[in-house]
T-cell receptor, first 115, second 111 residues
Framework: GAVVSQHPSWVICKSGTSVKIECRSL??????MFWYRQFPKQSLMLMAT?????????EQGVEKDKFLINHASLTLSTLTVTSAHPEDSSFYIC???????????FGPGTRLTVT | SQQGEEDPQALSIQEGENATMNCSYK?????LQWYRQNSGRGLVHLIL?????REKHSGRLRVTLDTSKKSSSLLITASRAADTASYFC???????????FGEGTQLTVNP
């Protein structure tokens, strides 16, 4: 149980276009989902926390207008990278949690390359 | 901001040897978790240790927690080449809050 999927697993896009990444909890309802970014050979950096039905809470330095997060249901959250630039190329990982006292379950990640 | 610190940053050992990685943090925690990440892949949850626990075992893994020193260690015994990966500690500082990840240790186990 507690499986989280991400789609796509990798994506290449041109500079200036937008990319949507989906995060799904497959066998449980997630009240909270988290989005992380990881640059090569670095650790995970939390970008934002989203609770179902409410606006996401962004970490300091993360542009909310550039990284649009939607958590419309208890099993799906989406991250849209708008007007992507090469510096947005990174590994994006989501995680999901059932309840506040529960551990986070991580998705397999999405590799974004902006050319 | 990331506040976990791990050492060493990189560790290279021979198969069969033990590997020890350390993690330090700055503020009180509810629990501390260890994850493994193979290159270019997602995270695999290894073990969670709560603030009122001092040691925990899972197979070849042994985790210790010293809340007075704000540090934890992960020991992998009888390492295998398949253990080659990056290992991260993550701290949960307030129940229900987000995880803060350490910088990670890159472990290479040579066959």
């Amino acid at each position: 149980g507690a499986v989280v999927s991400q789609h796509p697993s990798w994506v290449i896009c041109k500079s200036g276009t937008s990319v949507k990444i989906e995060c799904r909890s497959l066998d449980f309802q997630a009240t909270t989902m988290f989005w992380y970014r990881q640059f090569p050979k670095q650790s995970l950096m939390l970008m934002a926390t989203s609770n179902e039905g409410s606006k996401a809470t962004y970490e300091q330095g993360v542009e909310k207008d550039k990284f649009l997060i939607n958590h419309a249901s208890l099993t799906l959250s989406t991250l849209t990278v708008t007007s992507a630039h090469p510096e947005d190329s990174s590994f994006y990982i989501c995680s999901a949690r059932r309840q506040t006292w529960d551990e986070q379950y991580f998705g397999p990640g999405t590799r974004l390359t902006v050319t | 901001s990331q506040q976990g610190e791990e050492d060493p940053q990189a560790l290279s050992i021979q198969e069969g040897e033990n590997a020890t990685m350390n993690c330090s943090y700055k503020t009180s925690i509810n629990n501390l978790q260890w994850y493994r990440q193979n290159s270019g892949r997602g995270l695999v949850h290894l073990i969670l240790i709560r603030s009122n626990e001092r040691e925990k075992h899972s197979g070849r893994l042994r985790v210790t927690l010293d809340t007075s020193k704000k540090s934890s260690s992960l020991l992998i015994t009888a390492s295998r080449a398949a253990d080659t990966a990056s290992y991260f500690c993550a701290t949960d500082h307030v129940s229900g809050s987000r995880l803060t990840f350490g910088e990670g240790t890159q472990l290479t186990v040579n066959p």
